[in-house]
């Protein structure tokens, strides 16, 4: 077979387009929000888009590990597109810079990092695992982790579509993607802990990890959805992806969909059946000042809505219910991103000049920058490798395979 490029396809012009455009966007929203809106809330916004695309395009490589893991067949038609949306791994470092240097400001929305927290006898017994240097330093681990991940899996992935017949580079992948589900397992349980879960030192959650990464998964399953439709109704890789592809991504999403509503109500549950009080100050915030009503679209959106769209056998074939459900699940993840970061920052501004936000157009902007930022690197991996794993051993049971 030969490499499918996709590079000079109007549909990649396309995204390279809305690319551009969207990073505009986001970057003068940025600015608007940093001058009228306080650096706490530009931050937060950042921080928002930030983790958004960071953690699905971390996520991709975990997708991608997994079917070398279980050797799946179904996927290797679209384990590529996941691959090219990991173009984000390379420059977290980059783009967590700003975050670092948040920490050393005075509005840092990080309430451990401000000199107040040495008069805080919890922060103070915390301090040994969050304080700035050891916060830096784990960042850095988890870039260079994600980076070795995709040196390695993608890498070998790529290197596959040069030699069919010789597929040591797949083997590998196999051998050794066990370890690198560990890997990714725990430093993105990890690194949601430090930019997420640390914003509200006082609380913690043993189900933290989980709650995050069933979130991205889906949100990761939803992108790969709608790339896989939009590539198929221009025309493209029509050969390799059929309705059973979309079948099984669309029960992806329906049960991880359903996966972070168990882990969301868990979380919730256990603080309350086991008598927590000193745990209720994270719902607690959230059940007013407008964010219950958020907390409420977040059960109906994330939930209920893709419940009832991806419920029946035959609408997982159907490209416009599977188009809903991507989404209404994206739009989801949205929200659930804004309710842990935007109210714990929001208190944070309130104890430094006294006013509180909810919900607005600001925190659109850091989702606008960063969808930009993502579209256009997956453009670069398209321009510069095959859209298919043309050389992988499994990819005509792929292109015949039948759920």
Same mark, same amino acid.
């Given at each position: 077979?030969?490499?499918?490029?996709?590079?000079?396809?109007?549909?990649?012009?396309?995204?390279?387009?809305?690319?551009?455009?969207? @990073?505009?966007?986001?970057?003068?929203?940025?600015?608007?929000?940093? @001058?009228?809106?306080?650096?706490?809330?530009?931050?937060?916004? *950042?921080?928002?888009?930030?983790?958004?695309?960071?953690?699905?395009?971390?996520?991709?490589?975990?997708?991608?590990? #997994?079917?070398?893991?279980?050797?799946?067949?179904?996927?290797?038609?679209?384990?590529?597109?996941?691959?090219? &949306?990991?173009?984000?791994?390379?420059?977290?470092?980059?783009?967590?810079?700003?975050?670092?240097?948040?920490?050393?400001?005075?509005?840092?929305?990080? %309430?451990?990092?401000?000199?107040?927290?040495?008069?805080?006898?919890? #922060?103070?017994?915390?301090?040994?695992?969050?304080?700035?240097?050891?916060?830096?330093?784990?960042?850095?681990? *988890?870039?260079?982790?994600? &980076?070795?991940?995709?040196?390695?899996?993608?890498?070998?992935?790529?290197?596959?579509?040069?030699?069919?017949? /010789?597929?040591?580079?797949?083997?590998?992948?196999?051998?050794?993607? !066990?370890?690198?589900?560990?890997?990714?397992?725990?430093?993105?349980?990890?690194?949601?802990?430090?930019?997420?879960?640390?914003?509200?030192?006082?609380?913690?959650?043993?189900?933290? +990890?989980? =709650?995050?990464?069933? +979130?991205?998964?889906?949100?990761?399953?939803?992108?790969?959805?709608?790339?896989?439709?939009?590539?198929?109704?221009?025309?493209?890789?029509?050969? =390799?992806?059929?309705? %059973?592809?979309?079948?099984?991504?669309?029960?992806?999403?329906? !049960?991880?969909?359903?996966?972070?509503?168990?882990?969301?109500?868990?979380? =919730?549950?256990?603080?309350?059946?086991?008598?927590?009080? %000193?745990?209720?100050?994270?719902?607690?915030?959230?059940?007013?000042?407008?964010?219950?009503?958020?907390?409420?679209?977040?059960?109906?959106?994330?939930?209920?809505?893709?419940?009832?769209?991806?419920?029946?056998?035959?609408?997982?074939?159907?490209?416009? &219910?599977?188009?809903?459900?991507?989404?209404?699940?994206?739009?989801?993840?949205?929200?659930?991103?804004?309710?842990?970061?935007?109210?714990?920052?929001?208190?944070?501004?309130?104890?430094?000049?006294?006013?509180?936000?909810?919900?607005?157009?600001?925190?659109?902007?850091?989702?606008?920058?960063?969808?930009?930022?993502?579209?256009?690197?997956?453009?670069?991996?398209?321009?510069?490798?095959?859209?298919?794993?043309?050389? /992988?051993?499994?990819?005509?049971?792929?292109?015949?395979?039948?759920?």
């Amino acid at each position: 077979m030969t490499s499918v490029n996709l590079g000079s396809t109007p549909l990649i012009a396309k995204m390279q387009k809305v690319g551009f455009a969207l @990073i505009v966007l986001g970057a003068l929203g940025l600015a608007a929000v940093f @001058i009228t809106g306080g650096q706490e809330r530009f931050f937060a916004d *950042y921080l928002l888009g930030f983790w958004f695309f960071t953690g699905i395009s971390v996520t991709m490589l975990f997708f991608s590990a #997994l079917q070398y893991l279980t050797r799946a067949g179904w996927s290797v038609s679209v384990r590529r597109t996941a691959e090219n &949306f990991t173009g984000m791994v390379p420059y977290v470092a980059l783009f967590a810079a700003p975050i670092i240097y948040n920490l050393f400001s005075h509005h840092s929305i990080y %309430e451990w990092s401000h000199e107040s927290a040495a008069t805080d006898h919890l #922060l103070v017994a915390k301090s040994g695992y969050l304080n700035t240097t050891f916060f830096i330093v784990r960042i850095g681990i *988890y870039c260079l982790l994600w &980076f070795g991940m995709l040196r390695f899996l993608v890498g070998n992935s790529v290197k596959q579509d040069s030699n069919a017949s /010789d597929i040591t580079p797949t083997r590998k992948n196999w051998k050794r993607a !066990a370890p690198w589900v560990i890997v990714y397992a725990l430093s993105i349980t990890f690194c949601s802990f430090d930019l997420l879960m640390s914003l509200e030192p006082h609380w913690f959650s043993t189900m933290w +990890g989980v =709650y995050t990464f069933a +979130g991205h998964f889906v949100a990761s399953i939803s992108v790969l959805a709608l790339m896989t439709i939009w590539l198929y109704k221009a025309g493209l890789l029509r050969q =390799y992806i059929t309705s %059973e592809q979309f079948h099984d991504l669309g029960k992806l999403m329906f !049960a991880f969909s359903s996966f972070w509503a168990y882990i969301a109500f868990s979380q =919730y549950f256990i603080i309350w059946y086991a008598n927590l009080p %000193e745990e209720t100050i994270y719902f607690e915030f959230r059940m007013h000042n407008q964010w219950e009503i958020w907390g409420y679209i977040l059960i109906v959106s994330h939930f209920v809505a893709p419940f009832i769209v991806l419920l029946r056998q035959d609408v997982k074939r159907k490209m416009n &219910f599977l188009i809903a459900g991507a989404v209404i699940v994206l739009f989801s993840h949205f929200v659930d991103l804004a309710w842990i970061i935007i109210p714990a920052v929001s208190k944070v501004a309130a104890a430094n000049s006294g006013e509180q936000f909810t919900m607005g157009w600001q925190e659109l902007t850091g989702w606008l920058f960063f969808a930009g930022v993502f579209l256009l690197l997956a453009v670069q991996n398209y321009k510069k490798r095959s859209a298919v794993p043309i050389g /992988d051993p499994l990819l005509q049971e792929s292109v015949h395979y039948n759920s």
